[in-house]
């Protein structure tokens, strides 16, 4: 396994990101449209992608939401690739990358059709939180937040 920080231009992340958002419409079917207003990655500064020899597998990606909080993004395992530890090396990736650039605090949303990433996100530290931001109204969005260990 190998994992390589870049920012939202590399053409592995936007293949990835493809292949998320074809499972996201089939799964959200008319939420999709107001799901997807929020998650444009054309200029996202840390991305992190996760490569099973020279095959991309897996990716995520951090975006500032406060000062001292940093929003988890796009989180994405290919199908044929879950269960074998690529989410959690990312996610884990994208904390130390937080940490290394001042931050306190991880958020996220994800939804409550996707139990494995809820179950990443438990197992992982993250604790449930209120709906934040724009997922406030959205009855299948569950959020999350994790303090980075800085």
């Known amino acids: ?13 936007i293949q990835l990101v493809k292949q998320l958002d074809e499972l996201l419409a089939a799964m959200d079917g008319r939420e999709h449209d107001f799901y997807n207003e929020y998650n444009k990655i ?3 500064k840390h991305v992190v992608v996760a490569y099973n020899g020279a095959i991309p597998v897996a990716c995520g990606a951090i975006k500032e939401f406060t000062s001292n909080t940093m929003e988890v993004k796009r989180m994405f395992t290919c199908s044929e690739f879950r269960g074998n530890g690529f989410a959690t090396k990312v996610l884990n990736e994208l904390e130390t990358w937080a940490e290394e650039l001042g931050y306190d605090y991880c958020i ?9 990433a809820v179950r990443l996100y438990q ?7 209120p709906n934040y ?3 406030v109204e959205m009855e299948n969005s569950i959020c999350f937040k994790k303090h980075l260990m800085r």
Do not use: A, V
């Open 108 to 116: 996220l949303e994800t939804g409550k059709k996707l139990p494995d």
């Open 123 to 129: 197992k992982s530290g993250y604790e449930r939180i």
């Open 1 to 13: 396994m190998k994992i390589l920080r870049t920012d939202s231009t590399n053409k592995d992340f």
């Open 42 to 44: 054309d200029s996202i």
């Open 133 to 135: 931001g724009q997922y």
